[in-house]
C-alpha cells in the first residue's frame, strides 16, 4: 500500500481546499477526498459570496475570531489566486425604532470583535447613497470592510493552487470506512478505495457528524438548514451598489440583495430546516418569501429579470459555534465542522489556523520553493481590444465565442478542461459558459462538443455533474 | 475600417432575406451578413418538420429546406458572409464590431439591419421550483441534439407549454421513441396552431393538459418526474389537484425573447410590449439607418410572414444607403394597439413613405365574435368580422392605398377589438 500520507482533508469545499493549500506550503505528504466529482460542489457553490465584516458573531466564538481574522486575510489571497473580490461594503438597514435599537447592538458588538469602520448612517445618507432602497428605510448600519467574492472560483483556486503545490485530490471518493491501525487512520471509499494518513481532517461539511462519529470521535449534530435563492440579469444600471442586508433574527442573517462580483444581482437566503442534508431543491413557498422580503428593501424588483433559481444548504451545528479542534480521545483527528456563515469568509483564517496546527504537530518545515500564486484562466470577457487580438493570434480559439451571453471562447472552455473540468457545471463555474441570460440554451451543445472532443468520450458520456447525470442517452444516427 | 453599405446581423431566414432584398435594391452592392453559427440558416436547420413556405412559395418545404433556398441566392449572388463571427457591439454611427478566430476588427455600414432573432425562456426565467437535475432542455436544445446531433434525449418526457414549437417537439419526441407522458399549459388555451394540436398530439394521443402547472421537478441526479397542479385564473395551484408524473425529462417551450441586446448598445429603443424595436413601416428602428426584422422584432408563428417583413426592411436599408436625407425627414405617425390588442408591428407609420403597409399584431387572450377596428380620427376605416382570435396567432390587416388615402396623419392610427353586434 503506497498510499501513505501524512494529511488528509476530507471534502472539497472552500474549507477543505483552504486547509489543503495552507498545507501545501509545508514539506508534507497530502491529500483531500471528495465523495462528488469536483471541487465546491456542496455548500460552496450555492451561498451569497459575501465576505463578512464580523459585526454579526458573538464576540469570543470562533466565529467572531475566524471571521474578522478572514476578512482581513480576504483581499490579498484573493490577489495571489487571482480570484474576485471587491470590497464594496454592507448596509443592514433598520425600518423603525425597534430596528434601530438592534443596528446599536450590532454595531457595539462588532467594535468588540474589532471590525474597524463600523457607523450607522441617517436616512438621508443611506437613500442618497443606494437610490433605489425603499424610502421607508430609517437608518443603517454601514460596514466599510464588507465585500463579494465567488465561493465556487474562490474554492476552485485554492483547489488548483494546492495541486500545484504538489497536494492531490481523489474524487469521487465517499468515506464509508474510518479505522485505526498503528497510529494510521485508513479511510475506504464507498467503491472500495483505501488510504492511510497520519492525521485526517474532517471538513465533509454537512455530513461532518457522520464522519466524527465514524472516526470514533466527538458527538455532536449537524442540521441542514437550506437557503434558497434568485439570480438576477444583469441590471443595466446598477441596482444596489453595496451588500444590502435587513436586521438579522434568531435565523441568521436576513435576505440580502447584492451585486454578486459577476455583475447580476443576488437575492436570498431564506432559512429552513429540512430533513434531508441533500435536499437543495427550491420551492414556492420559499421563493416567494424570499422575493417578498427582498422586495421589501427594493421596491422596484421584478420577476421578469429572474434568470435562475437555487438553493444551498449551510452545515448548522448544534454547538453553535464553528467546531475547530483535534479530537479529545481520537488523536489526530481532527474536526473542523459546522462551518455556516460566516463560513467562506472565516475559511482562509482556518485554512491557515488548522494547518499551522498540523504542521506544529509533524514539525513540518514551510517549502522554500512553495508558489502562493495561481493564474485564472484568461477570460476574452475582462480583456481590451488589443489584448484580446494578442491572445487570438496566439490562439486562435480565443476568437471563438461558444457562450454569447457572457462572452466566454472555446479557448477558456478548453483550459477549464486541462484543469480539470469534466462535466458541464464544472465548464460553467470555472468560465460563466452557460450562466448568462438564455442559462446554456445555445452553448450546452457546443460545450458538450468540446468535451467529448477534449475528452476523447462520446458525448452520452458527458455528464451535467458526475454520476448517473447524463444530457444524452443513445447516439441514433449520424457519425 | 473595412466599409459596406449594408451590414445584415443574423443569417437566419430574416437576415438572409433581407441581404437579398437589399442586393436587388442597391447598386453598390457591398453587403455583409454576419452569422455566429457555423452555418447560414439560423434555427430553421433544426426545424426538419414540414409546413414551411406555404404562404411565400405555395409549397409545403422543411426549415432547412426552406432556408437552403435562401441560401442558393445569397451564394449565387456572391453576398459576403461570414460565420463563425459574433458581433460585440454596435454604435449610433453604425460601426460593427466582430470577433472569430482571426481577430477583432471593427466594420463600418451605410445601413444596419438586425436580425439576431430570439432566445428560450429558460426554467429559470418561469420559476418552477424543485431539484436542478440533468434532463431539463429547452425545446430548441432538444431539437438541436435530436435533429442535427443524432442523439436521444430521454425516454419519458414532459412538455411544458403548449405554443407551436412545444406541439411539434411533442410529435418528434413521439417519432424518436420517446414516450410522451403530457403538455402542460398553463394558460386556458393552447397558443399553438389549431393544425399543430391535431397533427402532433391529437394524431398521437398526447394528452394537453390546459390550466396544469409543473409545480416541482424531481430527481437529484437526472429528472425522475414532475408534480403537476391545475390552477386557477391567477395560475395558482389549487389544493388537492397535484399529481405525480413519471419522466426522465422536461423540455421548456415557454416562449422567445428577442434578442436586442446588441440593438440597446446601437441606442436602439425597445418597445416593452413586443420586447423588439419600436419601428415604422419602413421597419426603421429609432436609431438611424438601423433597420429590425424577424424574431429579434417581434416572436412570430409563421417564417414566411418573417420573410416578408424582412424584404421591407432589406428594401428600405438599401433605399437609405442612397437617400439617408428621406429617413431624417421622416414624420411619424403613431399606430396604437388599443383594446383587447396586445402590439401592433409597426408602431409608426413614416409619412414620406406612404405606401401599402401591413400591419401585424397579437391580441391579449383568446376572443370569439369580435370586429377588428381600424380607427383615425373618429373614422372607422376598416371593419374585420373575426370568430376565434387567440394570442397564439399573430393576426394582420393591410394598409391598403385606398384607406390610405382617407386618412389624417396629423392623428392617431388605432387598432382595437370591439363585440361584434
Not at chain 1, 371 to 391: A, V
Request: glycine share 8%; with cysteine.
Amino acid at each position: 500500500m503506497d498510499k501513505i500520507y501524512d494529511v488528509i482533508v476530507i471534502g472539497a469545499g472552500v474549507v477543505g481546499m483552504s486547509i489543503l493549500r495552507e498545507l501545501s506550503s509545508y514539506d508534507l505528504k497530502i491529500a483531500a477526498v471528495e465523495a462528488m466529482e469536483d471541487v465546491a460542489e456542496g455548500a460552496s457553490k450555492a451561498n451569497s459570496g459575501i465576505v463578512h465584516a464580523g459585526y454579526d458573531p458573538i464576540e469570543g466564538t470562533n466565529k467572531a475570531k475566524f471571521n474578522v481574522e478572514g476578512n482581513r486575510m480576504f483581499e490579498e489571497l484573493c490577489r495571489q489566486l487571482d480570484v474576485e473580490y471587491k470590497m464594496i461594503g454592507a448596509l443592514v438597514v433598520a425600518f423603525d425604532e425597534k430596528e434601530i435599537n438592534i443596528l446599536e447592538e450590532l454595531l457595539q458588538r462588532g467594535k468588540r470583535n474589532g471590525v474597524k469602520g463600523l457607523e450607522i448612517k441617517g436616512k438621508s445618507w443611506v437613500l442618497e447613497n443606494e437610490t433605489n432602497l425603499n424610502r421607508e428605510i430609517r437608518a443603517a448600519l454601514f460596514a466599510p470592510y464588507s465585500g463579494i467574492t465567488n465561493p465556487y472560483k474562490l474554492t476552485i483556486a485554492l483547489y488548483e493552487n494546492a495541486i500545484q503545490n504538489g497536494a492531490k485530490v481523489y474524487f469521487g471518493f465517499k468515506v464509508c470506512k474510518v479505522e485505526t491501525q498503528n497510529g494510521y487512520f485508513i479511510i475506504y471509499s464507498q467503491d472500495k478505495r483505501l488510504l492511510k494518513t497520519r492525521i485526517l481532517v474532517n471538513c465533509a461539511g454537512v455530513r461532518a457528524d457522520e464522519i466524527s462519529k465514524m472516526a470514533g470521535a466527538r458527538k455532536f449534530t449537524i442540521y441542514p438548514r437550506r437557503g434558497q435563492y434568485f439570480i438576477l440579469d444583469k441590471p443595466e444600471k446598477e441596482i444596489v451598489k453595496r451588500v444590502i442586508f435587513q436586521v438579522p433574527t434568531e435565523k441568521g442573517k436576513g435576505v440580502l440583495v447584492t451585486p454578486t462580483v459577476d455583475g447580476n444581482i443576488l437575492l436570498g437566503p431564506n432559512s429552513e430546516y429540512i430533513e434531508c442534508k441533500d435536499d437543495t431543491s427550491t420551492t414556492q413557498e420559499g421563493l416567494d418569501e424570499v422575493f417578498e422580503k427582498a422586495k421589501r428593501v427594493v421596491l422596484t424588483l421584478t420577476k421578469k429579470d429572474v434568470i435562475t433559481i437555487f438553493s444551498g444548504i449551510r452545515a448548522t451545528p448544534d454547538t453553535h459555534d464553528f467546531i475547530i479542534e483535534e479530537d479529545e480521545r481520537v488523536k489526530n483527528f481532527i474536526n473542523v465542522a459546522g462551518i455556516e456563515s460566516p463560513g467562506l469568509t472565516s475559511s482562509v483564517a482556518i485554512g491557515k489556523y488548522v494547518a499551522g496546527m498540523i504542521a506544529e504537530k509533524l514539525n513540518a518545515k514551510q517549502k522554500s520553493n512553495f508558489n502562493p500564486y495561481r493564474e485564472d484562466i484568461k477570460r476574452f470577457s475582462e480583456l481590451t481590444d488589443e489584448e484580446r487580438n494578442e491572445m487570438i493570434k496566439k490562439f486562435p480559439s480565443f476568437g471563438n465565442i461558444v457562450c454569447r451571453c457572457e462572452l466566454v471562447s472555446e479557448y477558456e472552455i478548453v483550459e477549464a478542461i486541462k484543469r480539470g473540468a469534466r462535466t458541464i457545471d464544472g465548464i460553467k463555474r470555472r468560465t460563466r459558459a452557460g450562466m448568462g441570460r438564455c442559462q446554456g440554451g445555445f452553448c450546452t451543445p457546443r460545450i458538450i462538443d468540446i468535451l467529448s472532443r477534449e475528452l476523447n468520450v462520446d458525448k452520452t458520456q458527458i455528464t451535467k455533474f458526475g454520476k448517473n447525470s447524463y444530457i444524452l442517452i443513445e447516439k441514433r444516427w449520424g457519425k | 475600417m473595412h466599409e459596406y453599405s449594408v451590414i445584415v446581423i443574423g443569417g437566419g431566414p430574416a437576415g438572409l432575406a433581407a441581404a437579398l432584398k437589399s442586393f436587388e435594391n442597391l447598386d453598390d452592392k457591398r453587403i455583409l451578413i454576419i452569422e455566429r453559427d457555423s452555418f447560414l440558416g439560423g434555427i430553421l436547420n433544426q426545424c426538419i418538420h414540414p409546413g414551411f413556405g406555404l404562404h411565400y412559395f405555395k409549397e409545403e418545404l422543411t426549415g432547412p429546406e426552406y432556408a437552403q433556398r435562401f441560401i442558393e441566392l445569397v451564394e449565387k449572388n456572391g453576398i459576403e458572409y461570414l460565420t463563425d463571427t459574433h458581433v460585440m457591439d454596435i454604435t449610433p454611427e453604425k460601426e460593427v464590431t466582430i470577433v472569430n478566430k482571426h481577430g477583432l476588427k471593427k466594420l463600418k455600414a451605410k445601413a444596419i439591419v438586425l436580425a439576431m432573432g430570439a432566445r428560450e425562456r429558460t426554467r429559470g426565467a418561469v420559476q418552477i421550483p424543485g431539484t436542478r437535475p440533468a434532463g431539463i432542455f429547452t425545446a430548441g436544445q432538444a431539437q438541436r441534439f435530436i435533429n442535427i446531433e443524432g442523439y436521444k434525449i430521454g425516454k419519458k418526457a414532459v412538455i411544458v407549454g403548449s405554443g407551436d414549437i412545444g406541439l411539434i417537439m411533442a410529435r418528434r419526441l413521439t417519432l424518436e421513441g420517446i414516450e410522451v407522458k403530457a403538455v402542460v399549459e398553463i394558460m386556458p388555451y393552447s397558443t399553438g396552431l389549431r393544425r399543430n394540436i391535431v397533427q402532433c398530439l391529437e394524431d398521437f394521443g398526447i394528452p394537453l393538459l390546459l390550466s396544469h402547472k409543473v409545480v416541482k421537478i424531481h430527481g437529484n441526479e437526472r429528472v425522475e418526474g414532475v408534480t403537476i397542479s391545475v390552477v386557477d385564473s391567477d395560475f395558482k395551484e389549487i389544493p388537492g389537484t397535484q399529481r405525480f408524473i413519471e419522466c426522465d425529462t422536461v423540455l421548456f417551450s415557454v416562449g422567445l425573447i428577442p434578442e436586442n441586446e446588441l440593438s440597446k448598445k446601437a441606442g436602439v429603443v425597445i418597445d416593452e410590449r413586443t420586447g423588439g424595436p419600436f419601428v415604422d413601416n419602413t421597419f426603421s428602428t429609432t436609431a438611424n439607418g438601423i433597420f429590425a426584422c424577424g424574431n429579434v422584432l417581434h416572436i412570430h408563428d409563421l417564417v414566411d410572414n418573417v420573410t416578408l417583413e424582412a424584404e421591407t426592411a432589406g428594401k428600405y436599408a438599401a433605399l437609405y444607403c442612397q437617400n439617408p436625407e428621406l429617413f431624417q425627414k421622416g414624420k411619424l405617425t403613431n399606430i396604437i394597439a388599443s383594446d383587447g390588442i396586445r402590439y401592433v408591428v409597426p408602431q409608426h407609420l413614416n409619412r414620406n413613405f406612404l405606401e401599402p403597409t401591413i400591419l401585424r399584431f397579437r391580441v391579449n387572450n383568446v376572443y370569439h365574435d369580435k370586429v377588428i377596428l381600424l380607427i383615425n380620427s373618429g373614422k372607422k376605416l376598416l371593419k374585420i368580422k373575426k370568430q376565434y382570435l387567440s394570442p397564439g396567432e399573430m393576426e394582420s390587416i393591410a394598409l391598403s392605398e385606398k384607406i390610405l388615402s382617407q386618412m389624417d396623419f396629423s392623428e392617431d392610427i388605432i387598432l382595437k377589438l370591439e363585440d361584434d353586434k
